[in-house]
């Protein structure tokens, strides 16, 4: 997009498009290094991830046998473990700075495997959970099922084996990003309560942004407005060269507990049918947080279909605490993560001059917020990062992290567990004809669209349903093999 005559401007060193908190996050490290910053986005985060989330820091109560398995996930695992540990000290800094309450919530989180998932996706991912914790060297504590305080899940959905993480917490996210807005103007930066419309270039620099009728220059712009990134991106030459964004739709949902009481603790499950595992996060004055669903949609959405929030109160209610169900719904929340059509972050230069991109990723966002944060700023500033992130760079072909046979064992696996989490009734035989109808279906449809590339898993399965997915992962395929 050329520059445009005419409008209204002001000039930064940097501008960032998107206040969620990796956009506020970069602002506010940049700005405490004398850099004159603008972040853009409306105040209530329409199709945000972050205001929607859990905000749960940890890493490892995230690990998959999946994620282990390909050097793309080990290396998103690491960057998580070194985000954790700088946590505290970035807690410590946003409180001291602003009044009000603390922003952690949780102290810690313990890890239930229950007997209403399957073996193949709860025992193996509760199994890598303990592994990688081991690996590392990060505590964590057996707990009797009969020992976990506020559990009561129904009988047949109850807790079989569970462990405590006392260093995996979660915060406010509202309150998160209320302190990081304070400190980021504290600290002399500029918000801008709209959304950036388009990116400015001339040749191969891009020069600013327009939102809202104002042109804002700046030598170095940042996209960071998670799965609204994309529009901005279809401004730009280089757009169609880098893994298209989908949203990750979820519902979250805030219940006051009837009696008054909460867990000290984040409870969760391993992640299980393609989505985070169910989580319930106390929030303070008798309110949990309780998520999340996750379904790939091509466009973000601001409104929660029925049947997901139906589907994840019952989950709560039946595997975490019976009485959920008496409870009082304050608020029902919808989020979009960035999801990249390979289903890993896209975080550095962008292929043009001045150009950087935060997003894509997917559930690690927040997370990684002060570590990318950090790293991002510090190229930008000319210096070099200490985490090796050039595995996520922008323009790249299509990650491969698994075989082709290893994506189709999932789909199938997870498809068959998101029957058993919604109990459905089967003859005993029929799990297993099921799955011998599947996996060949699934090879076939995998075939069907592209005979080399195969998308991560829950890009597959989604695919069949929506004709507008097969579409742009055919597209970034194509333009991936001219690039090539």
């Given amino acids: 997009m050329n520059a445009q005559k005419g409008l209204e401007s002001r000039n930064f060193d940097v501008v960032i498009a998107g206040n969620g908190v990796l956009g506020m996050s970069l602002g506010l490290v940049l700005a405490r290094r004398g850099q004159r910053v603008a972040v853009l986005g409306e105040p209530h985060r329409p199709w945000a991830g972050t205001a929607a989330a859990g905000a749960m820091l940890g890493c490892f109560g995230e690990v998959t046998t999946s994620l282990v398995s390909s050097e793309y996930g080990r290396t998103k695992l690491e960057l998580g473990i070194r985000a954790g540990r700088m946590w505290p000290s970035w807690l410590a800094e946003l409180e001291d700075e602003a009044d009000g309450n603390g922003i952690r919530t949780a102290d810690g989180t313990t890890v239930i495997l229950n007997s209403i998932g399957t073996a193949e996706i709860d025992d193996a991912n509760f199994n890598a959970i303990r592994a990688e914790l081991i690996r590392y060297g990060e505590p964590f504590e057996d707990v009797d099922p009969l020992d976990l305080d506020w559990v009561d899940g129904e009988p047949i959905s109850r807790p079989l084996r569970a462990f405590h993480v006392p260093g995996e917490h979660a915060v406010n996210a509202a309150a998160l990003l209320a302190r990081l807005e304070s400190a980021f103007v504290q600290a002399g930066g ?112 601001e409104i929660p279909e029925m049947r997901d929030l ?26 979009n993560r960035p999801v990249s059509l390979d289903a890993f972050p896209i975080i550095g230069e962008g292929g043009m001059d001045g150009l950087w991109i935060m997003t894509g990723t997917y559930r690690d966002g927040l997370h990684l917020s002060p570590l990318l944060s950090q790293e991002i700023a510090a190229r930008m500033l000319g210096e070099e ?34 029957g058993y989490e919604q109990d459905w009734k089967l003859p005993v035989e029929w799990d297993e004809w099921i799955k011998m109808d599947l ?46």
């Fill in 190 to 301: 500029t918000l801008v309560t709209d959304m950036a419309t388009g990116v400015e270039y001339q040749g191969d620099r891009v020069t600013g942004v327009f939102a809202n009728g104002e042109r804002l220059g700046a030598g170095q712009v940042v996209l960071a407005a998670g799965a609204r990134t994309q529009p901005l991106l279809d401004t730009l030459p280089v757009g169609p060269r880098i893994p298209r964004l989908v949203s990750g739709y979820g519902v979250s949902a805030l219940v006051k507990t009837v009696d008054g009481t909460l867990p000290r603790s984040v409870i969760r499950t391993p992640n299980r049918s393609f989505a985070c595992g169910l989580h319930l996060v106390p929030r303070g004055e008798g309110e949990v947080y309780i998520g999340a669903t996750n379904i790939i949609s091509v466009e973000p959405r």
């Fill in 310 to 335: 139906i589907f994840l109160l019952q989950c709560a209610q039946r595997q975490v605490r019976r009485s959920l169900s008496v409870g009082g719904v304050t608020k029902i929340q919808v989020g």
């Fill in 385 to 418: 990062g200490e985490a090796d992130l050039s595995l996520f760079r922008p323009v790249r072909p299509p990650v491969q992290a698994w075989s082709r046979e290893r994506i189709i064992d999932d789909v199938v696996e997870h498809q068959i567990g998101i």
């Fill in 439 to 484: 996996r060949p279906a699934t090879a076939a449809w995998a075939e069907e669209i592209d005979p080399e590339i195969t998308p991560p898993p829950e890009l597959l399965f989604t695919s069949r349903f929506v004709p507008d997915l097969v579409k742009i992962l055919r597209e970034y395929y194509a333009v991936s093999r001219e690039d090539g």
